[in-house]
């Protein structure tokens, strides 16, 4: 950053912390009616009368969970939120508050702090969810964000990893291994423009807009958990899909007792996958949906005898189906193969 551009950028010492949270507390207005004390005393207050309260947290480090070298700031607090949010949609419940808390070292100016919070606001009008509570701290690490989800839900229609039934339905709300092939694109040109690599020659992203947007911004399937509820098909059991679809089914199955059959062919892969594997034969569209991570889809299960009606009236796929649990948790290949489903650390 030049002289003069650091010269127009105001100092968050200029500011002080209570006038700048002041500052970002001004953009967000509350539009749930379960919301009774936003942003402005001591805690958020939440009215939620039957429903059960459901939160989650979601935390974001410099270094560890984004490369501000190529991450733009709004990005940061658009995905943060996004990941809070999901994992509370994955209990089949409605997000209504989120609580944000952030840290920031003195080479951050007030102008990337609203940077941040323009992706925050994005993301609560495209929800709408009330920011309940703003909290910014002195960091001697770099940026970190930490946002938690605040939502209600009724009580029958609460979903749990553990629900899972023999003969179930595994199903998708949309395509895996997008948002992988995105950060891999950007690692990738990031070497390019630092000079890591031997090619000679400017970053390009043309072509690739879909795996970037999928990494940058990620959007919930909100629409299709609401019409599972105003169909009443309640999940059997559900989770966020955030470290992989391996991880996920292993998670679930391992909740719920059970063992899974999964199908190559039905996983549900964007074609610019395949497309940009085949500029690096070290990348595998496979590999990425199942290992990949960063996807916030939804993995569920339902009744088998919702399968008409599911392939009928929904735009979600349907990659396998629940089995007991010594049968363990297979990938069955197109020529009928059957390879046990592994995920780090799982």
Do not use: W
Not at 3 to 31: C, I, Q
Not at 40 to 62: C, Y
Not at 194 to 220: Q, S, V
């Amino acid at each position: 950053m030049s002289k003069k551009e650091t010269e127009t950028r105001t100092p968050v010492s200029k500011l002080g912390k209570y006038n700048l949270t002041e500052r970002l507390a001004a953009r967000f207005t509350v539009v749930n009616d379960s919301t009774l004390q936003g942003y402005g005393d001591d805690a958020a207050v939440a009215f939620f009368m039957d429903p059960l309260s459901v939160s989650a947290q979601q935390l974001a480090l410099e270094g560890v969970d984004f490369d501000l070298s190529y991450v733009p700031l709004k990005f940061i607090g658009y995905k943060t939120a996004i990941g809070a949010m999901g994992q509370v949609m994955a209990m089949n419940a409605v997000p209504v508050q989120l609580l944000v808390n952030i840290g920031v070292s003195q080479r951050f100016f007030v102008e990337d702090i609203d940077a941040i919070f323009e992706g925050i606001s994005a993301l609560s009008r495209r929800y709408s969810v009330d920011i309940a509570a703003i909290d910014v701290q002195s960091s001697y690490t770099g940026l970190s964000l930490a946002v938690t989800a605040i939502g209600q839900a009724e009580p029958g229609l609460l979903t749990r990893r553990s629900g899972a039934q023999e003969n179930d339905l595994i199903c998708l709300s949309g395509n895996v291994g997008a948002a992988y092939m995105g950060l891999r694109l950007l690692e990738r040109e990031k070497r390019v423009f630092t000079g890591e690599t031997e090619k000679d020659a400017l970053p390009n992203l043309n072509g690739y807009e879909y795996i970037l947007e999928r990494y940058l911004k990620p959007e919930l399937p909100s629409a299709l958990l609401e019409n599972l509820r105003r169909d009443d098909l309640v999940p059997t059991s559900m989770c966020l899909l955030k470290n992989g679809l391996a991880h996920s089914i292993l998670s679930l199955c391992k909740a719920s007792g059970k063992g899974a059959r999964l199908f190559v062919n039905k996983i549900p892969i964007a074609r610019q996958c395949f497309e940009f594997a085949g500029t690096d034969p070290s990348l595998s569209p496979l590999v990425a949906a199942l290992n990949g991570g960063d996807d916030y889809e939804m993995l569920f299960t339902l009744p088998l005898n919702q399968y008409e009606k599911v392939q009928k009236e929904y735009n979600l796929d349907t990659i396998g189906h629940i089995c007991d649990v010594s049968s363990g948790c297979k990938l069955i290949t197109p020529d009928g193969q059957e390879l046990t489903v592994e995920s780090p650390g799982m």
